[in-house]
């Protein structure tokens, strides 16, 4: 059991010797003996607390909303004395019950401004400046009446033990820019009750190491521009109930050992080739030739009709022509048989006679001439079908927007995509590009015009004045925390070992650069959302994460900012660029270096998730005095068709090495529709 003594003892450990006298207190009993209290804003003043008196309003820190994304929060009003009661600690917890008419609530606030807040309206707000973690040992059920939207600014992972069931009353849209991967154990079934279409703007492949089936009720159309080719190590069968067409504009070809062709009625006919071979056996009614017969062995015809047969040997009934060989020197045809051979046999002399052509057979077809050919295969039902497909790319370039764009895109783009396009100085130029941006509405006829609508706040290069000083980054222990005066200089940045990629390993989007902030936060913008496949080696990877670095620790201090900027979010807007298919970047050139992951484009959003158009001219003089980069650019333009303005920062950073040793060019830049309106200063542009 400790005496008073002890308890005295403990004290002044614990809290100095700041007192007057043994017992430990002062002589008028008013000071503290920390030497905290009271704090520098209640000097010569009230010790009620400030929020208690609705002077001042705790809340929790939300930073803004997100792009496009509003957090639906009004302003409650302030509180009225007596009815707030705040409990603040020492390091600065909040405990609010607010009983202000209107403004009932109750606030559990952390110093850091996380914590749980209960609005007038029944809101429940909860906010954190760091981790959130859910534990729940049973079941949990989430029901909401109204809409919901969850936005990740880095990445998801959801494992599910069980089933995971997802019932949708409307429609169910998905957007990925990078690749949707599938693996699944068990059976895949799809069924759809309405139409089923699928575009590619690529390749497709599909393998199966079992039985494929196909099953079509209503018709099956195969279009293809270009080859098509099926291979069958198997068996192929055909069977139509109807008929069976197959037409080539040049050449069909059927080969096999053995091939066998039927039918009732045939035909087969062309102007040139061969029918037959050595040891086919044909049967037939009709022959017509126009030219000669020619056997090495024996014809045997009922009556033949030509002008001249070279046989060893013919039989025939009854022949109407003119026969050359022995029998020409039989004086009777009868007797041909019993002439002696060779010339000047006698026997009398062969008197030939007019024949009388026969009625022609009803069984007879026509003479397939050249004319007849020609029609037949280009005039007739039965000829050869033309095929054209696409023949002027219309549906292809419906799909594929490269021909559209000049080779810069591939699908269509929005406003915000073609702001990310129009950086380069050759899409500048591309007037395939211009035209279908402008003739999608996504661009702004007006959009060259580069004389400012006005001219508003104007900031040197001078340190501006502000309230408090802070610094961005880790620097070198022999760097102050002073604003910096815009000039080049060398700086040693000493990475967090936690978050330094030189310890990360294999880099992927999962990468820590800071405290909540991943490669992935430079890879989603929506300027130009991309993957980290186009880069394969990995020391490409690890320098840009390296890059990315810096811009993690631009992102960790507005985000921990509680002055100015509290109610605004900082988001990236266009971070890693990667080149469209036709794109070719020079070296050096704006979205070169953001292709390295040096330079990045940065939004202001306010709770609304909107622009914050003139609060973006604030943190730009805040970043020009207080951050270290290459260049500083405050970039407006009026490119959106709607004719609203649009305001970003956008940081450039040196080439950063594994030691993070570089230096700062410290330039300044504002730029109206892609033209440089000064390097020297920083110019609000508002309209």
């Known amino acids: 059991m400790s005496t008073e003594n002890d308890e005295l003892k403990d004290r002044e450990n614990t809290l100095g010797q700041g007192r007057e006298n043994s017992l430990g207190v002062y002589k008028t009993g008013f000071h503290d003996v920390t030497g905290k209290y009271p704090r520098a804003n209640y000097f010569f003043g009230p010790s009620i607390n400030t929020a208690a008196r609705g002077i001042t309003r705790n809340d929790l820190y939300v930073g803004g909303g997100n792009l496009d994304l509003s957090l639906d929060l009004d302003k409650p009003p302030v509180s009225q004395y007596p009815f707030n009661q705040v409990n603040e600690s020492r390091s600065g917890h909040v405990i609010e019950i607010d009983d202000t008419p209107s403004g009932e609530r109750i606030l559990i606030r952390h110093k850091t401004g996380a914590g749980v807040e209960m609005r007038a309206d029944g809101t429940i707000l909860i906010a954190t400046k760091n981790n959130h973690v859910t534990v729940v040992q049973g079941d ?67 393998t199966t190491t079992g039985t494929s089936s196909e099953t079509s009720l209503k018709g099956y159309n195969n279009v293809v521009q270009g080859n098509y ?29 053995d091939i066998n062709i039927a039918a009732q009625v045939m035909s087969v006919f062309g102007d040139t080739g061969t029918i037959g071979g050595q040891n086919i056996v044909m049967y037939n009614y009709n022959m017509y030739t126009g030219h000669s017969i020619t056997a090495t062995d024996t014809i045997t015809t009922n009556t033949a009709y030509t002008q001249r047969v070279n046989a060893t040997s013919m039989h025939a009934t009854t022949f109407h022509g003119s026969l050359v060989g022995k029998a020409s020197f039989a004086a009777q045809a009868d007797e041909a048989g019993s002439a002696p051979l060779g010339a000047g046999s006698g026997g009398g002399t062969l008197t030939e006679t007019t024949h009388t052509a026969e009625p022609v057979d009803p069984k007879a077809t026509a003479l397939p001439t050249e004319t007849l050919l020609t029609d037949y295969l280009n005039k007739s039902a039965y000829g050869v079908a033309k095929v054209k497909i696409d023949n002027n790319k219309d549906l292809f370039n419906a799909i594929n927007y490269e021909e559209k764009t000049g080779g810069v895109s591939k699908k269509p783009l929005t406003t915000r995509e073609v702001r990310s396009k129009l950086r380069d100085p050759d899409v500048q130029n591309n007037e395939k590009f211009i035209g279908t941006a402008i003739g999608s509405s996504v661009l702004s006829s007006t959009y060259a015009n580069t004389t400012p609508p006005k001219i508003g706040r104007i900031e040197s290069k001078k340190p501006t004045k502000i309230l408090g000083i802070d610094k961005i980054g880790q620097r070198n222990p022999s760097e102050n925390s002073k604003r910096v005066v815009p ?64 811009h993690g620790e631009v992102l960790k201090k507005i985000s921990n900012d509680e002055g100015r900027f509290r109610d605004f979010r900082l988001v990236v807007v266009e971070g890693v660029y990667r080149a469209g298919p036709g794109e070719t970047l020079q070296t050096d050139t704006p979205n070169w270096l953001a292709s390295k992951g040096r330079r990045v484009v940065y939004e202001l959003i306010d709770e609304t998730g909107s622009q914050a158009s003139e609060k973006t001219f604030d943190l730009a003089v805040y970043l020009k005095d207080f951050l270290f980069y290459d260049k500083l650019t405050l970039d407006y333009d009026t490119f959106d068709p709607s004719g609203l303005i649009n305001a970003q920062i956008i940081i450039d950073m040196p080439k950063v090495g594994e030691d993070y040793d570089c230096v700062y060019g410290m330039n300044l830049e504002t730029v109206f529709n892609n033209k440089v309106q000064t390097n020297k200063e920083l110019i609000e542009i508002i309209v």
Not at 172 to 200: C, F, L, P, S
Not at 243 to 257: D, F, G, L
Not at 493 to 510: C, R
Request: proline share 3%.
């Open 487 to 550: 000039k080049p200089r060398a700086i040693a940045i000493i990475p967090d070992p936690v978050f330094n990629p030189n310890n990360a390993g294999i880099i992927t989007s999962k990468t820590k650069l800071n405290r909540g902030i991943s490669l992935a936060k430079f890879l989603g913008g929506r300027g130009d959302q991309v993957t980290l496949d186009h880069i394969s080696k990995e020391s490409d990877k690890l320098d840009l994460a390296r890059q990315l670095y810096l």
């Open 140 to 206: 949990s059920k989430v029901i909401i009446e109204g809409d919901a939207d969850l936005q990740y600014n880095g990445n998801l992972n959801l494992d599910v033990a069980g089933d995971y069931n997802l019932k949708i009353g409307g429609n169910y849209n998905i957007n990925v820019a990078g690749d949707e991967v599938k693996e699944i154990d068990g059976n895949y079934r799809e069924r759809v009750h309405g139409n089923h279409n699928t575009i590619i703007d690529g390749n497709k492949g599909s």
């Open 229 to 257: 080719r099926t291979s069958v190590e198997g068996k192929v069968s055909i069977s139509a109930s109807d008929q069976i067409k197959a037409t080539s504009e040049k050449q069909v070809v059927v080969s096999a050992p």
